[in-house]
């Protein structure tokens, strides 16, 4: 079965860098897409970063952009996301999630079938 698994998180802070990993099995890795979504306590999840078809395009939440990068390596089969100029309001639960290619951004929810378990990232001020 399809297996995400989220590594990377911790405790950094303000102005600080994380890199966050999700490791993929069970799914063909090239064809398909991944986003990273992130839920803070009492709030929604919310989109954070997309890589589809093939890793060529890319999509960010405006919250994110210009701080944050996605990529993947078809190589080893994991989707990074790395987190730079850290703030406060980026403290939240990361989770990756996947589903089968498609040209189209998507940026909801719903899109994606396949869900991690999260890492927490915690931004002190």
């Known amino acids: 079965q399809v297996q995400l698994v989220e590594s990377g998180g911790g405790l950094v802070q303000t102005g600080g860098s994380l890199r966050l990993s999700c490791a993929a099995s069970?799914?063909?890795?090239?064809?398909?897409?991944f986003a990273w979504f992130r839920q803070a306590p009492g709030k929604e999840r919310e989109f954070v970063a997309v890589?589809?078809?093939?890793?060529?395009?890319?999509s960010y939440a405006d919250s994110v952009k210009g701080r944050f990068t996605i990529s993947r390596d078809n190589a080893k089969n994991i989707v990074y996301l790395q987190m730079n100029s850290l703030r406060p309001e980026d403290t939240a639960v990361y989770y990756c999630?996947?589903?089968?290619?498609?040209?189209?951004?998507?940026?909801?929810?719903?899109?994606?079938?396949?869900w991690g378990q999260g890492t927490q990232v915690t931004v002190s001020s």
């Open positions: 890589d589809g078809w093939k890793g060529v395009i890319k």
């Open positions: 999630s996947a589903r089968t290619s498609t040209l189209r951004v998507l940026t909801t929810q719903k899109e994606y079938d396949y």
């Open positions: 069970g799914i063909t890795f090239s064809n398909s897409n």
